[in-house]
């Protein structure tokens, strides 16, 4: 069984339609993080969580909430989603923030 | 501000030795990180380094000079699975947290 999952891996949506990302892992790290990947623009970081009651802003926090519901859960929403936020979003883990290790991604296309 | 470059794209030949540079500015520094993406994959760790000097493990190699703010990855060796991108990534002294260059993308070739 894979260490880090992420549900759905693919998805289609509209603009305006509310959608979730979930991630789950069973490595058992306290850290976890939301990142968005463009072409040409690299990995950014969108929320990261260092504990159930610890959320912070990343580097491009606008248009997206998250929530950490267990310790193993980690949750992206788009409460109205735009075409820009078409894009690769990766869930990543570490202990202690240290090395990260990143879920298989998810690919989301806004129309 | 924090600023991380590498190039964007490289081609090397299968058998060959290629050396990836990532310059980075970043307010703090608290390690630095290659990571091997796969198109539509995942990212997985390769190396770290957070003292001056060459870390080797296997066909990799990283170096790092902190007074520089200078890294680079060497794959000797070259294998057509070596094809995929390669991210450099730095620490910040802060929180920990990762902050990415853009990835330089290598084909090998035969």
């Known amino acids: 069984d894979a260490d880090v999952t992420q549900t759905p891996r693919n998805r289609i949506t509209k603009t305006g339609k509310r959608i979730m990302l979930e991630c789950s892992q069973t490595?058992?790290?306290?850290?976890m993080y939301w990142y968005r990947q463009d072409p040409g623009l690299g990995l950014r970081l969108i929320y990261y969580s260092f504990d159930v009651k610890d959320i912070n802003k990343g580097e491009i926090s606008d248009g997206y909430s998250v929530s950490r519901q267990a310790q193993a859960k980690f949750s992206l929403s788009l409460e109205s989603a735009i075409p820009n936020q078409t894009a690769l979003y990766f869930c990543?883990?570490?202990?202690?923030?240290?090395?990260?290790?990143f879920g298989p991604g998810t690919r989301l296309t806004v129309l | 501000g924090q600023n991380i470059d590498q190039p964007t794209e490289m081609t090397a030949t299968e058998g060959a030795i290629v050396q990836i540079n990532c310059t980075y500015q970043?307010?703090?520094?608290?390690?630095l990180f290659w990571y091997q993406q796969h198109a539509g994959e995942a990212p997985t760790f390769l190396s770290y380094n957070v003292l001056d000097g060459l870390e080797e493990k296997g066909r990799f190699s990283s170096f790092l000079s902190r007074s520089k703010g200078y890294s680079y990855l060497l794959l000797k060796e070259l294998q057509m699975k070596d094809s995929a991108s390669y991210l450099c990534?730095?620490?910040?002294?802060?929180?920990?947290?990762?902050?990415f260059g853009k990835g330089t993308k290598l084909s090998v070739k035969p």
């Open positions: 970043t307010s703090g520094f608290n390690g």
């Open positions: 990543a883990t570490s202990e202690g923030g240290l090395y990260q290790f």
């Open positions: 990534a730095v620490r910040d002294g802060s929180q920990g947290n990762l902050i």
């Open positions: 490595k058992g790290h306290d850290r």
